[in-house]
């Protein structure tokens, strides 16, 4: 009897701790997301956007910076810079997003009015909304754990996002954010997909959070002979 209580307790021992549920993980995600966002103030980071075109089974890639700033609970200012294949910069603050084109020197300009609010939510999505608000404007899943491409040193959560209200699903079907299962919860990358079955997914490296930013940093740099369009008017 002795030898098989022994048995016992080692097999016991032996045994793997009890896995996380997806409830657990995804609480404790939320939970680092709430503190993260209340710390959140700049983010600077390279980026690859994938942009996949469904209809024509075709993806383009464009590669650049990126410089965000959290101005109030709710709102982000920022300017993307794209490198390659093409040279232009996007600025967005409150309700204006402007667009600089330097290869025909021009600034298109459009004023987002009520969709503005939506646009701060998807560009702060992961950096500077707490969890507690996505559970408010989406249905929170975790999806998956695994590894990136080019980040095999950082397991992730695969964090999936579905818009509650009817307006937003008109033109986002599913936010995917896949998140670093430890430490900061900011997403190394991000899938924006629409109902017709287009998507960006959208990849950052190099990122650094909180870091002092330039005066400047957050400027649309355009020549004082740049011309103004108001697309849309």
Do not use: C
């Amino acid at each position: 009897m002795p030898s098989k209580a022994v048995t016992a307790l080692l097999l016991l021992a032996a045994l793997p701790a009890a896995p996380t549920s997806p409830k657990d993980s995804l609480e404790s995600l939320r939970a680092r997301m709430d503190k993260a966002a209340s710390e959140f103030k700049t983010m600077t980071a390279n980026v690859t956007y994938v942009t996949h075109t469904d209809v024509l089974n075709e993806n383009t890639t464009e590669t650049g910076t990126v410089t965000m700033q959290k101005v109030q609970p709710g709102e982000a200012r920022g300017l993307i810079e794209f490198l390659t294949p093409d040279k232009y910069t996007i600025a967005f603050e409150k309700r204006l997003l402007r667009k600089y084109l330097p290869k025909i020197n021009t600034i298109q300009e459009w004023n987002l009015d009520k969709h503005g609010e939506q646009l701060d939510q998807f560009l702060m999505i992961g950096f500077g909304t707490s969890g507690t608000m996505l559970a408010k404007d989406y249905d929170m899943t975790v999806a998956g754990t695994g590894t990136l491409k080019g980040f095999e040193a950082t397991p992730t959560i695969r964090l999936r996002l579905i818009p509650k209200a009817g307006e937003v699903k008109e033109y986002v079907k599913q936010l995917e954010l896949w998140i670093p299962e430890t430490g900061d919860p900011y997403p190394l990358q991000e899938k924006i997909s629409a109902p017709s079955g287009d998507y960006r997914l959208i990849t950052y490296t190099g990122m650094k959070i909180n870091s002092p930013l330039a005066p400047d940093a957050l400027k649309l740099k355009a020549p004082a002979s740049v011309k103004t369009e108001y697309p849309g008017k």
